[in-house]
């Protein structure tokens, strides 16, 4: 069993910036899977914002491109999700995965207009 703990989220005004990162409490399974990053809305369903394999290849959802960036740091075990020029659209609890069979208790992000 691994645990993924989520944290960094917040209230921040359009245009701002968040930092989400993603504990998980095994290094090992961690440095050999990919991860990602998804977020569900009020009334919509949950959706993919990027992933990142084990060695580092990334995938972005289109309306995210060239604003977040996913990134992993295998010595902790840590996967982040740097998120610039924020929009109301992109409020949501954001989850953080391991392969899809693990998931984090999710953070809200919420961006104000």
């Known amino acids: 069993q691994v645990q993924l703990v989520e944290s960094g989220g917040g209230l921040v005004q359009a245009g701002g910036s968040l930092k989400l990162s993603c504990a998980a409490s095994?290094?090992?399974?961690?440095?050999?899977?990919?991860m990602g990053w998804y977020r569900q809305a009020p009334g919509k369903q949950r959706e993919v914002v990027a992933s990142i394999t084990s060695g580092g290849s990334t995938t972005y959802v289109d309306s995210v491109k060239g604003r977040f960036t996913i990134s992993r740091d295998n010595a902790t075990s840590t996967v982040y999700l740097q998120m610039n020029s924020l929009k109301p659209e992109d409020t949501a609890v954001y989850y953080c995965t391991l392969d899809r069979r693990y998931w984090g208790q999710g953070t809200q992000v919420t961006v104000s207009s």
């Open positions: 095994s290094r090992i399974i961690f440095s050999i899977n990919p």
